[in-house]
């Protein structure tokens, strides 16, 4: 527990470790009233740092320490102190062994972080600083050591012992108990160990690397959780050739294994050999898991996998530099992703993240740059900005570079930084030196905060035949940063002429016409670019593959979105009109309610999307979801959250009301053929059947009723189950809707992973989650405090998709989570200032709101024994 105010940590502090550590041996004596860890760590003064006569000082959280002993003398309580958290020991020469012996709690460790127990097992979580609640150690990722762990425990209750690298030797021990020792020959930062202890099932498989040596891929899991396996095992080979064809990164250890638990922070972690996954992250079959879900593990096993380069092999020297290991990684899955699938299907999807949810952030007070200057608590600091803007920006120097240039530069980077731990900078500087490209400028993207914001205008000259594209950018200031340097933008572009063919691009002065697609450089606050033979006023396609994470403005007319949702030879700017259209015809209802009908020719480009069979199909799946409200809510300057919902109603009323038999010829047309596959034609065509269905309930449609109702007594999987059971959810069909939640947990209560979405779709719906009905929900059999999963799909789920609710006029919302926070900041602080975001937002809404958020944030500050990553969220969001 924190004693002291917290302090803040300046990147501009960092120096280089006065210690070094060369090898670590642990011995973990695990007990159910407590473990016993052995470290004995050789540690040697760093030579490159003058003047080095120090005190030795290791990060320690949490621990009970029993002895320590240099070069195997047990030191007396004078020769060492233990000071808030940090051992000191004043007296060391410049090369010793250092033995340290703690006492640690896992079956009480509800935080989390470091080791602890979940569902009988033994795990640990080590990133970013949960190593230093195992054992005394320099918990910086700069000081990379070799490890070797020893791990004993009872034999039948813990069969299974794993830990990083080889099993070298294993063996019987008194009293009923084994132990097996793990030694990892690569130089890891403590952050990536990681132990687990269990009663396991094993499902093997192997893999063949590209140079022919044969890897051991090994799963473990719960014994009720053994057919659940497949799905990950077969993404995890895919990445594995992914990685080396496209990366040319072949894997290194001879063991790669994967561990499912129920009761983890985050999604998943890349320990060295031994990948650690929340189970709902990993485990799936057709009957238990969504498409959505089947997506969302292919890419954080592939995540989880590709850090073993990217984030491994060559890591962080600071937590400042975070994004280096998290964006390049995210930036690998995604390419992994759409190679697998769509890929403009995939790029939709994280820009809709993107926009909604890192927009949002880069505009409130915890904004902060991809490489930030300063923290209190790191965990704190894993955001979508480090994660998805930092994507985007190793994106934009792929875009820059071009495939080749981009694939010489990330192999100089592995092959110079092997083994090291290294930052930003250098990630770039190897792109630089492998292109030739000057990237000074580029780096702006990784020190400032906030979206750009590109505002765009046009002149068409007939005469001239030449067409005048301005694009001035401007930073928003952000908290702590005014008047910002513009950047460097890559912004790709297209002109369609009248028939939706795409003209060529010739640049004023340039003589190639062979173009039909240009990425622009913008560099300055305001470009003016000069288009010659254009022969016809065009109809710009702008930030195609929407090539930078910026907000462009500029005036389209209705005219041109539909004619951009109908004809842009760019997949994802189709999509961008059809949301953009939709956006203005529910922002035209918010602020007008009483108006009649809605736009007609919103209408009839649904009923194109719906009945033109030759479109690509899971490009229509996604451009019939409307705007979230979310997404509305960010857009907006004040927004009145009600009544944007109730626009958004509206709106989805009147389309399905004209919709209703191209509806009902949809779902007829994309009918369950009895196969179940995950291509991304079969995905779209459940995705779109499910959308229908979900319009038709909306408006109380009976055969829409009868046809949910029977796809979800006869569905063979979850993605067509839940679609059902949520368009029931949503819908006025009270009966039906109740029966259908009822049968649903009878038949699932068994399974965690269905009984969060069974949680979260109740806990999201105007119709089933209303305060009273969370409450509700949080006193059922399977709602657990101590599990994050359960929090999140239901306090989480509420908070931040039923926005309805949550923002009653009352302020019972507010009040709510702040309950929550306060409750939750005992026992586990990461999840608790996870679910505060939606508070943090308050100065974004209009005074009736903003008040009643202020003073439930207030609430939370005043807490006695506030966590430090609880008191950073709230006291930045109140600063200012
Ligand atoms: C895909 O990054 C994308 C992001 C830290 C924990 C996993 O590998 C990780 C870990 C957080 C938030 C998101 C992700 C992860 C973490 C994640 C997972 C898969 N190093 Br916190
Ligand atoms: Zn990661």
Redesign the pocket.
Known sequence: MRTSQPQTIYLKDYSVPAFLVDHVDLRFELYEDGTRVHSSLSIRRNPQLADNHGALELDGDSLKLETVALNGTNLSTGQYQELGETLLVPDVPDDFELTVVTWIEPQNNTRLEGLYKSSGMFCTQC?AEGFRCITYFPDRPDVMARFRTRIEADRTAYPILLSNGNDVERGDLADGRHFVTWEDPFPKPCYLFALVAGDLVEKRDTFTTLSGREIDLRMYVEPRNSEKCDYAMDSLKRSMRWDEDVYGREYDLDIFMIVAVDDF??????NKGLNIFNSS?VLASQETATDLAFQRIE??VA??YF?NWS?NRVTCRDWFQLSL??GF??FR?SQFSSDMGSPTVKRIENVTLLRTAQFAEDGGPMAHPVRPASYMEI?NF?TLTI?EKGAEVVRMIHTLLGPDLFRKGSDLYFERHDGQAVTTDDFVRAMEDASGRDLSQFRLWYEQAGTPVLTVSDHYDEQAATYRLTIEQSIPDTPGQQDKKPQHIPFALGLLDSNGKDMPLVLAGGSDDSLTERVLELTEASHTFEFTGVTQRPVPSLLRQFSAPVRVAYPWTREQMLFLMKHDTDGFNRWDAGQRLAVDVIQGLVSAPDAGEIEPRLVSAYRHLLSDASLDQALVAKMMQLPSEAYLIELADSPDVPAIHQARERVLAQLAGALREDLLSCIERHADNGIYGLTPEEVAGRSLRNTALAWLLHIGDEEGRDRAVQQFREADNMTDRLGALRALVNSGFVQEREKALESFYQQFSADPQVVEQWFSVQASSPETGSLEQIQQLMTHEAFDWKNPNKVRSVIGAFAGQNLAAFHAADGSGYRFLAEQVSRLDDSNPQIAARLVTPLTRWRKFAAVHSEQMLSALERIRDKKGLSRDVYEVVHKSLAG
């Open positions: 990133e922070n985050m999604g998943a972690m890349e992250c890419a954080i995540h989880e850090h984030g290991k998290e990684t995210v899955d965990s894993y994660y």
